[in-house]
């Protein structure tokens, strides 16, 4: 641990301050000598701290009553009385002569020692060491360092503007900060707060608040008991965070979070971020939801459920979200196969060729006499057959609204039946008014005994809604929202129920236009029709009103005909059974009728009976019938405020019946319904039908005519039966594709792989049109090796041509054509414009100074004895120097320590061997170089200037751009017209011509740049620390001092300045008359600030 093991005592012999163990005793400075010693370090201490308040004045005797001095104030409550171990006497000894702030002048009387703590206690004052050396300018050593400050046992402050508080804390590093038991500050600028939390080494600008934090990373935080910010740029927040150290710029906030990879960030306890610049909410076994979020607008933005639903409802098919965020797959049926995806549904009805399967009507021989529907155990529904001949000798076959008519005929014998028997109950029972409730069935029945063919509920207001109505089950019912809006839903396309019942009609865009109906969009959707084959079963004309099964000679049997359905509008073929069955009822009904002549008879009777009361009831009906009118009584009503009608409110039953003796009702005055309950009129049903298209239309009696679409050559009354022939038709399409050889392009429907030919032979693809050759795009780069044969792009070529001229060099450029601008060399004073002629020009001097250092080894060999060892001149002439003399067994001489010579067209100058090694190493990697260009060449280079050529002439130089001229050495020069002509440097401009460096990545290292992000921050957290700092010490001064009756003055201060508060705790005391002292904290949210001052007055 780092420790201090010195203090500042006076040397009574050479009357000066000096550091000395902390165990050995200390005294004042007698006299005046005293009071300037302290008034200089006071007036040092409030400098560096810029306190702007002086010690006041204030005189306090030592006769004034309640005036105790500081050893009275600090001294322990209890002295120890150990002696464990020889310190203890030393200590006390020191304790004894402790008079640093209360010396005793020269000739004075002797005056009472001040005591800092109880006799066997080590003294407060003790634990706070704080260097003398605090006047700006004034030099410094490791170990008493300007402005450091070390408050408590053992606590150490090793460098500039240091500062640690609390037991063997540590501040080792430039501006270091360590508060708290163990605390250690590592790093220049590092801030520490928390027992044994720790900044490392190399971790500049970081920080760790917490009990056992740590940073070990440059620019790192780690905040909480436990966290660990171990990668630079790293922030750990919370109990136990942990930053790894691949988790460069990562973020963990969260008890236990971990960030372990860069720029990962990690939200909320236990997450884990273990990949590159992603957001973790949990873990592998955790994870969190994200509530409340905004619908997404743009690309890189999140989604919310409520969007992603809206995709699940586009999708149709069933898709949806669960209720566990999950989405429920959609489920689509094409040529009778069931899809769980649209890809794969519409890869199906484009690619899947026409199976002749089961879903084809055949004939069962090639005789055509007989054609069976579906298997024996499966009977099938014809629909959409035309009414039948009915004669002794048809053979055709019927449908059932034909058989319907037959067993309406039965149903009205039975009906007239049991209406004779109603009718004779409802006598007996008295029932009366036009809204009847069955007693036994509960169902309601309005005007079941009175003509008129329309039912009003029309008010004063207009038009009423219908509420409480039921989902209609027969023709005759009414239907509601509920039943209408499935059925707009199917048209897809958009179409919907407006708020006000309206149907909003559907959009279809089919080859680029848009259709409001189906009939439409399915005829543009139509361009083909599919050719039947002879056993296939085919209209008799275009007309699609009749088809003939076999021929007039060969009559057909239809066999296993499902039952059809038998209602006034059904156009079913009907089957044997069913005709069975009504032959049945028929022979019944015969019977039936027999005996209700008898049963008549017996009612006329009992119609005289009833004559006599039907006289006395008179006057209550007339009664009742009042009210019934006012609406005051009976299951139909009137709101006297609303003015609303209701109907059997008050009763229950399910149904609403208005057939009437001449059958059903029509319903006017009804309002469009805009809910699920709500009756629907004819103005929304007209619309919806309208949208189907293919002339579907309601007739006058209120009747629907079916649509009929024309799709592939055929006529289908429905939609599903359109949009079904139109997927045959394109499965017959893509077969015909496959077979016809007109297929050139296809697409592997398991790789997905586009194969142009595949099946052809033909060794040219010919692109060329009426305007002359094409460009082919979106070319995919081709692998480039000896054994490829993929084609390259442009990027390719052009990156082969631009790295051939960057390994040129000497200003060589790719032209927008591709061909390659010529280098130009300037090779000892002779401009080349090939490397060729470049090594030709080297090659020559090179071997030049081969001969030359030859010849001055030849001339050195011929020295001999004494003057062997001296180097001079061959003649007087002073032109020439031989090293080791001219014989052919001389010594080779070596020259070291030799200057790097001048390398330029004028120098005579001696090169030396690293000059002449960086010339091969440059001939080395110019002749690689030229090597690369055939194999790799440069796609990452690119030069285009009209201006002059670049020039680097500085030693170690480079120039990159028109005119760019690099003159100084080792600089660079960057773009056209730059000039670098300063040692070391990189420029990218010249005066009044520069340029801005952009997309600079943030500085970690040293001597990286900074970009503007960093810089702004740098100078935000300057100011921060500034403004903090100065709120700080503005609040160290408004901490009013002791009083001139008072010893000791404890107190607090909060001052503002631009926005920043700070706090200020100090204590102040007068130790004497004449001496006072003062130290404080003030303490912001950027920065701490700890002075002390002292003052001696007379």
Not at 344 to 369: F, P, T
Not at 654 to 671: H, M, N, P, S, Y
């Amino acid at each position: 641990m780092l420790n201090k093991t010195y203090k500042t005592v006076w040397n009574t012999t050479t009357r000066t301050y000096a550091a000395a163990s902390e165990l050995a005793g200390r005294r004042g400075a007698t006299g005046a000598s005293a009071c300037r010693a302290l008034l200089a370090a006071s007036a040092g201490l409030l400098s560096a701290l810029a306190f702007s308040q002086a010690a006041r004045a204030d005189d306090c005797t030592s006769q004034a009553p309640n005036c105790l001095d500081v050893a009275q104030a600090l001294t322990a409550q209890t002295p120890s009385t150990s002696t464990a171990d020889a310190n203890d006497a030393a200590r006390d000894a020191a304790i004894a002569n402790a008079s640093v702030f209360a010396g005793t002048p020269e000739g004075a009387a002797a005056q009472p020692v001040v005591m800092l703590a109880a006799a066997g206690t080590p003294p407060v004052t003790d634990y706070i060491a704080v260097s003398p050396n605090v006047v700006q300018g004034t030099s410094t050593s490791a170990s008493n360092d300007m402005n450091a400050m070390a408050i408590g046992p053992a606590a150490t402050a090793a460098n500039i503007n240091a500062l640690a508080i609390g037991a063997e804390s540590g501040a080792a590093s430039r501006s270091s900060t360590a508060i708290g038991a163990s605390a250690g500050a590592l790093s220049p600028y590092s801030t520490v707060v928390g027992a044994a939390a720790t900044v490392g080494v190399m971790a500049d600008n970081s920080v760790s608040i917490g009990y056992n934090s740590r940073s070990i990373g440059l620019n790192s935080a780690a905040l909480g008991a436990f966290a660990y910010a171990g990668a630079a740029g790293g922030l750990a927040i919370g109990y136990n965070a942990f930053i790894a150290s691949g988790g460069a710029n990562g973020l963990a906030l969260g008890s236990n979070a971990t960030a372990s990879a860069a720029g990962s960030v990690a939200l909320g306890g236990d997450s884990v971020a273990d990949r590159a610049n992603v957001v973790s909410l949990g873990n592998s076994t955790q994870s969190r939801q994200i509530a409340y979020v905004a619908a997404g607008t743009q690309a890189t933005d999140a989604v919310n459920v409520g969007q992603l639903a809206g995709v699940a409802d586009a999708l149709g098919g069933g898709a949806s979200i669960d209720s566990n965020g999950a989405v429920v797959a959609p489920s689509y049926t094409v040529g009778g196969t069931t899809y769980n995806d649209v890809g794969s549904a519409l890869a199906a009805a484009a690619s899947e060729g026409v199976r002749a399967s089961g879903d084809a009507l055949r004939y069962d021989s090639a005789q055509h006499d007989v054609a069976t529907l579906g298997n024996p155990g499966t009977p099938v529904k014809l629909r959409n057959i035309a009414d039948g001949t009915v004669s002794a000798d048809s053979s055709e076959a019927v449908t059932g609204s034909q058989l319907y008519g037959v067993d309406q005929a039965v149903t009205q014998n039975s009906t007239s039946i049991t209406d004779i028997t109603n009718n004779l109950s409802k006598i007996t029972n008295g029932t009366l008014g036009l809204v009847q409730q069955d007693p036994v069935s509960r169902d309601l029945r309005v005007g079941n005994s009175t003509d008129g063919t329309h039912v009003d509920f029309t008010g004063t207001a207009g038009p009423r809604e219908l509420l409480g109505v039921a989902a209609g089950t027969a023709a005759g019912s009414a239907v509601n929202l509920g039943q209408l809006s499935p059925v707009v839903e199917s048209l897809g396309g958009g179409a919907a129920i407006n708020p006000d019942g309206t149907l909003h009609k559907p959009v279809y865009n089919i080859g680029g236009a848009t259709y409001t109906d189906v009939g439409a969009a399915l005829a543009a959707a139509v361009t083909t029709s599919v050719q039947a084959g002879t056993d296939a079963l085919q209209y008799d004309s275009p007309a699609h009103d009749k088809v003939s099964l076999g021929n007039a000679a060969v009559p057909v049997q239809v066999t296993n005909v499902r039952d059809a359905n038998l209602t006034a509008g059904s156009s079913d073929a009907v089957n044997g059974a069913q005709l069975f069955s009504t032959n049945q009822a028929v022979a019944q009904n015969t019977s039936s009728i027999t005996n209700l002549d008898q049963r008549v008879t017996d009612n006329t009777s009992a119609i005289t009976n009833l004559d006599s009361r039907t006289s006395i009831v008179e006057g209550d009906v007339t009664n009742i019938t009042n009210q019934i009118t006012n609406g005051e009584i009976g299951l139909v009503k009137q709101d006297q405020t609303s003015r609303d009608l209701s109907v059997a409110k008050d009763t229950d039953g399910a149904r609403v019946d208005f057939t009437g003796t001449a059958g059903a009702r029509e319903l006017t005055g009804i309002a469009a319904g805009t809910t699920d309950a709500s009756a629907v009129n004819l103005g929304q049903f007209k619309p919806m039908v309208a949208a189907l298209g293919g002339g579907a239309q309601i007739n006058a009696d209120g009747s629907v005519t079916a649509p009929t679409y024309h799709v592939q050559g055929g006529t289908q009354a429905t939609v599903g039966d359109a949009l079904g022939s139109l997927d045959n038709g394109l499965s017959t399409l893509q077969q015909n594709l496959a077979t016809g050889g007109i297929g050139v392009v296809t697409q592997d429907p398991a790789s997905r792989a586009i194969n142009v030919g595949a099946t052809t032979d033909g060794s040219l693809v010919n692109m060329a049109g009426t305007a002359g050759n094409r460009v082919v795009t979106g070319v995919a780069q081709g692998a480039v090796s000896p054994s490829s044969s993929d084609a390259v792009n442009g990027s390719q070529l052009y990156a082969q041509a631009a790295s051939t001229a960057v390994a040129l060099g000497g200003g060589a450029t790719v032209n927008p054509d591709g061909t390659v601008t010529a280098p130009s060399y300037n090779v000892g004073g002779t401009v080349v414009n090939n490397v060729g002629g470049a090594l030709t020009n080297l090659d020559g001097r090179v071997t030049q100074n081969t001969t030359d250092i030859a010849g001055l080894q030849t001339t050195l060999g011929n020295l001999n004895g004494a003057v062997a060892n001296a180097v001079q001149y061959d003649t007087s002439a002073h032109d020439r120097i031989t090293l080791g003399g001219t014989a052919a067994n001389a010594p080779k001489v070596q020259l070291t320590n030799l200057k790097d010579g001048e390398l330029s067209p004028t120098s005579t100058d001696a090169v030396t061997g690293a000059q002449l090694y960086s010339t091969n190493q440059q001939l080395s990697n110019l002749g690689q170089a030229i090597n690369n260009v055939q194999t790799t060449g440069d796609a990452y280079v690119s030069v285009k200037s009209a201006g002059d050529a670049a020039q680097a002439i500085g030693n170690g130089s480079v120039a990159i751009g028109g005119g760019a001229i690099a003159s100084a050495p080792n600089s660079v020069a960057l773009g056209e017209g730059s000039v670098a002509d300063q040692t070391g440097t990189v420029s990218v401009g010249s005066a009044g011509n520069e340029r801005r460096v952009t997309h600079v990545a943030a500085g970690q290292a040293p001597t990286d740049a900074v970009n503007m992000q960093q810089f702004q921050g740098g100078l935000s957290e300057v100011a921060r620390n500034a403004y903090s700092g100065t709120a700080s010490a503005i609040a160290l001064t408004m901490v009013p001092e002791v009083d001139a009756t008072k010893n000791l003055a404890l107190g607090v201060a909060t001052a503002g300045y631009k926005g920043y508060q700070a706090v200020a705790v100090a204590l102040s005391a007068r130790v004497t008359q004449n001496l006072k002292v003062k130290v404080g904290a003030g303490i912001s949210s950027a920065t701490t600030t700890v002075g002390a001052g002292a003052a001696y007055q007379w």
